[in-house]
């Protein structure tokens, strides 16, 4: 079993930045994808960022590229979502999940169907 807590969200200004971390328990962390998936109101899950078990291979959605960089510290267990240049579209509540596999193959998963999730964090972006 693998638990997941996400921090780090908040209300900020069109172009402001944002740090978003997740800590993650349990089993052995670089065992796993872990990647960001969000959910805005009103709209489906979808998909941001994923990063491989070692962090050498990283995965965007085209809405995000060039301003959000995912990185991960598996010394401390922990996985980051430095997002800049922030949109109110980006409006939306963050997940943080984890799945066995490729990080690639993570990117077109469904959140339904990772492996663990968090309880999210909620990230408000105001024009």
């Known amino acids: 079993q693998v638990q997941l807590v996400e921090s780090g969200g908040g209300l900020v200004q069109v172009g402001e930045s944002l740090r978003l971390s997740c800590i993650a328990s349990g089993r052995t962390f670089s065992n796993y994808a872990m990647g960001w998936f969000r959910q805005a109101p009103g709209k489906e899950h979808e998909f941001v960022s994923t990063?491989?078990?070692?962090?050498?291979?990283?995965f965007y959605a085209d809405s995000v590229k060039g301003r959000f960089t995912i990185s991960r510290d598996n010394a401390k267990n922990t996985m980051f979502l430095q997002m800049n240049s922030l949109k109110p579209e980006d409006t939306a509540v963050y997940y943080c999940?984890?799945?066995?596999?490729?990080?690639?193959?993570?990117?077109?998963?469904?959140?339904?169907?990772?492996?663990?999730r968090g309880q999210g964090t909620q990230v408000t972006v105001s024009s």
């Open positions: 999940t984890a799945a066995i596999g490729t990080a690639q193959a993570m990117s077109v998963l469904k959140i339904s169907e990772v492996d663990y």
């Open positions: 990063i491989s078990g070692r962090g050498r291979n990283t």
